[in-house]
Nanobody
Framework: QVQLVESGGGLVQPGGSLRLSCQAS????????MAWYRQAEGKERELVAH????????NYAGSVKGRFTISRENDKNTVNLLMNSLKPEDTAVYYC????????????WGQGTQVTVAS
């Protein structure tokens, strides 16, 4: 059974940091590109950060570049998102996504974790 389980969300003050983790199971983790998306209330889901299956390449949304860092540990089936200098506009539900690194692009989503940035 495929599972993506996010953790690490919560309430943090502006300027603070959080580290999100996504634990994967039920598929060959190293064969999947991984990404973090977020969805704020009343807005569409948007890409935050992406990392290739080998971890060799990353990219970020312009709004988080320089503040967020995505990383993965293929031996632990985990992808992380370190978020620094958090702003109120980073408040959203953050989702983990897995995309098969081949022609099929099979996709899995986690259930999401809430991040709230407020004083």
């Amino acid at each position: 059974q495929v599972q993506l389980v996010e953790s690490g969300g919560g309430l943090v003050q502006p300027g603070g940091s959080l580290r999100l983790s996504c634990q994967a199971s039920g598929f060959v983790f190293s064969s999947y590109h991984m990404a973090w998306y977020r969805q704020a209330e009343g807005k569409e889901r948007e890409l935050v950060a992406h990392i290739t299956n080998t971890g060799g390449s990353t990219n970020y949304a312009g709004s988080v570049k320089g503040r967020f860092t995505i990383s993965r540990e293929n031996d632990k089936n985990t992808v992380n998102l370190l978020m620094n200098s958090l702003k109120p506009e980073d408040t959203a539900v953050y989702y983990c996504k897995a995309v098969r690194a081949n022609w099929s692009q099979k996709t899995y989503w986690g259930q999401g974790t809430q991040v709230t940035v407020a004083s």
